[in-house]
């Protein structure tokens, strides 16, 4: 096991650990159970663990599920500094303990999950070499625990990262290797994996293709939602976004401002560093089709929630923002948003 437990070492700062400890011990508070959570963590981090059990493994399940939360609500900057920190001094240890193989197994599929989550607030704050060490730590642990759920949803997080970067040929490969490592997939996850495909080879010009997957995560949606909700975030809102980008990169720029729209009137409330994402992003949408008022009323939505995110997609949406107002600033409704926003966000990201 000595191959899978370096967690996370390059991505702390040392100055930074006793901060991030309180962090941590106050989402532990969150959980349920919470003085046995505690206790387990404090076990693992003096070093005295010297067997896991399951309940272990729902110590870190439970975290992750909380940390999860944390950069919905208030972006991977805030979140991420908290999960390197528990994968370091909690999972780590827990990994390099001894355990019947059930829990053996149970254990790495769970520092798995909390690998993709931790790479994935990685690409939201924009350090893009970190996030695929964490991918790639994700991939291995999934591997050795047989987790083909996790194992797939990591590739295609790969190829979310790659189309958002314009690697729109890597990101196919990616999203083709996380379709076929799922063949057993059930109807949402059908849904997750192909919504991803349609957007890769809308961005690689394949449109026959791209339309061909985006059917197939409808019809996969459809299924899914006409079964008991499933746990997830892919869900409705999440498919309209892939139909606008797959429209998007096809020219059609109109269809795409209004699967944002439908996207943004489905999205769950408690999705606020999403919902800055996507609204950003339907805001320069509908300014490239010269939809000006329109668009200073989007963006002044997403800027209601920018001041409680740290993410760094939101202050490269802000400083797009910022620029594409000031050919405009003539316009009253444009210059109240510019003047708003410069009251708004952090004087770094206005220069």
């Known amino acids: 096991m000595e191959g899978l437990v370096d967690l996370g070492r390059y991505d702390m700062d040392p100055s930074r650990r006793s901060v991030i400890g309180a962090g941590l011990f106050s989402v532990a508070l969150t959980v349920p159970n919470w003085p046995d ?5 404090e076990a693992a981090h ?9 309940p272990e493994v729902h110590v870190v399940t439970a975290m992750t599920e909380r940390i999860s939360e944390l950069d919905d609500q208030f972006g991977g900057r805030h979140a991420r500094p908290m999960a390197a920190a528990f994968l370091v001094n909690t999972v780590a240890p827990y990994l390099r303990a001894d355990a019947p193989p059930p829990v053996r197994k149970a254990m790495l599929s769970a520092a798995s999950d909390l690998c993709y989550l931790t790479g994935w607030m990685a690409v939201d704050e924009g350090t893009h070499g970190v996030a695929q060490q964490y991918y790639l730590k994700a991939l291995e642990l999934a591997g050795a625990a047989e987790d083909h759920l996790t194992f797939c949803t990591t590739l295609r997080g790969m190829s979310v990262q790659a189309v958002d970067l314009g690697h729109g040929r890597q990101a196919m490969r990616l999203a083709d290797a996380a ?3 799922s063949p057993q997939a059930g109807p949402r996850m059908r849904a997750f994996l ?3 495909q349609a957007h890769a080879a809308a961005q690689t010009g394949e449109h026959g293709r791209a339309l061909k997957h985006l059917r197939e995560a409808e019809v996969a949606m459809e299924k899914a939602e006409s079964q008991a909700k499933a746990l997830g975030s892919y869900d409705p809102a999440a498919l309209q976004y892939h139909s606008g980008q ?8 109109r269809g795409a401002i209004e699967a944002l729209q439908q996207a943004d009137r489905l999205r769950d409330g408690v ?3 999403t919902r800055v994402h996507k609204r950003a992003l339907l805001a320069e949408r509908q300014l490239s089709i010269g939809h000006l008022e329109a668009a200073c009323a989007t963006w002044d939505q997403a800027l209601d929630d920018y001041p409680l995110v740290q993410s760094g997609r939101a202050d490269d949406h802000m400083r797009t923002m910022l620029t594409l107002l000031r050919p405009h600033l003539r316009n009253r409704t444009a210059r109240a948003l510019h003047e708003r926003a410069c009251t708004v966000v952090p004087v770094t990201q206005t220069a």
């Not at 797959?246 to 720029?253: A, I, P, S």
Request: aromatic share 6%.
């Open 246 to 253: 797959v429209r998007y990169e096809m020219g059609d720029t």
């Open 46 to 54: 003096t070093g005295q663990v010297q067997r896991v059990g399951m």
């Open 194 to 196: 192909a919504g991803q």
């Open 37 to 41: 959570v505690v206790g387990r963590m």
């Open 271 to 273: 999705f606020r560093r």
């Open 179 to 181: 379709s076929a490592a």
